[in-house]
């Protein structure tokens, strides 16, 4: 299930149902609640609305230099890009081709500062471009000290450990005028352990380290410029005075969202609760519509929920939350 919060309750329950293929829902039942794992859409760090294409630069080595790693990043990004369907996606050859036609650069670089002459022939769009800043993998062996076994044979286990670090600056500007329109580092680390008793142990594949590195960095790398799925953990408050509880999150695990949120709503104006209990029922109500974004009754119902038990964490933690949420909601829709 992909909520997109801020739109309408009636085209939440439409998403709901349309894509519940995509609900992660497990229920866990420990220490009086039951937990569903939802994914919610939430913003990019930054706003590329007004930037429908983005231009692929150049991505260089440690050494300033573009080399077959570099390049191996470009080409992730480019592919996570294009494969988000969010821009029309430039890519370096693209922009190659178009340098040596107009012959606008003797470097051949495509940065900063050949931007400005590429932005009169591609216009509007934003330009990708950065350098590795780390890239590296190390090795430790470490020997056991050898032991015997209840029935008297010797051993000595040896473990191969093998870690990739790499991090990139990356840089996001607007490929007319060259403004900045982000910078940020991102790095990745990646580990791997063989272990053999009396031997060494297999070597370690360090490519699929190095791979693993590439495609976390273009992954963070996606956070900072389109939209992104998150998955999110909501726990419900049970109780045996509240059985709708469960009967709405049963509903909510075969996608019946708005069945869900009726029996919750109901759960609020049964009389002759005690405080605690009433405290959960409100609780309960305002974290679905939190995720149902309907955040203004959400922290409502939220508040009422915590005046009932002040000293409840959970409460505090869920207002917070539908606070954060509101605000990832108004972000979200200004990027859409």
């Known amino acids: 299930m992909t909520i997109i919060p801020g739109s309408k309750i009636s085209e939440q329950f439409t998403i709901l149902r349309a894509v519940w293929g995509l609900f992660l829902a497990l229920v866990i039942g420990s220490c009086g609640t039951s937990s569903i794992y939802i994914i919610v859409k939430r913003p990019a760090e930054i706003n590329l609305k007004e930037y429908r294409k983005i231009a692929i630069g150049d ?8 080399d077959s790693h570099a390049n191996d990043l470009a080409d992730e990004i480019t592919s996570v890009l294009f494969t988000s369907g969010q821009f029309e996606v430039l890519d370096r050859q693209h922009l190659a081709r178009i340098m040596d036609e107009y012959s606008l650069s003797e470097t051949g670089i ?60 990356l840089q996001v500007i607007d490929i007319q ?49 389109a939209p992104y799925d998150a998955q999110v953990r909501a726990a419900f408050m049970t109780d045996k005075l509240l059985p709708e509880v469960d009967q709405a999150i049963s509903f909510f695990r075969i996608g019946e969202w708005e069945d ?11 009389s002759g609760l005690p405080g605690e209990v009433q405290a959960k029922a409100f609780y309960n109500l305002g974290l679905a519509e939190t995720y149902a974004g309907q955040f203004d009754t959400a922290i409502e119902h939220l508040k009422t929920a915590l005046s009932l038990n002040p000293k409840s964490k959970r409460i505090q933690d869920a207002i917070i939350r539908a606070k954060m949420e509101q605000e990832n909601a108004e972000r979200l829709q200004e990027q859409l």
């Open 59 to 66: 991505i260089t080595g440690q050494h300033g230099r573009k």
């Open 260 to 270: 869900g949120m009726v029996l919750l709503r109901g759960t609020i104006g049964k």
């Open 110 to 169: 495509i940065d900063e500062s050949t931007a400005p002459e590429i932005g009169r022939i591609v216009g509007t769009a934003a330009l990708i471009f950065g350098r590795i800043q780390t890239d590296e993998y190390t090795e430790d062996m470490e020997r056991g000290k050898p032991y015997k076994d209840k029935q008297g044979r010797s051993h000595q286990i040896n473990t191969r450990k093998g870690t990739y670090t790499m991090s990139a600056n």
């Open 177 to 225: 005028t060259a403004r900045i329109l982000a910078v940020k580092s991102l790095s990745a680390r990646h580990t791997a352990r063989r272990s053999a008793d009396k031997r060494d142990p297999a070597s370690i594949d360090r490519n699929a380290l190095y791979s693993r590195c590439v495609k976390e960095i273009s992954g963070k790398f996606m956070r900072m410029v």
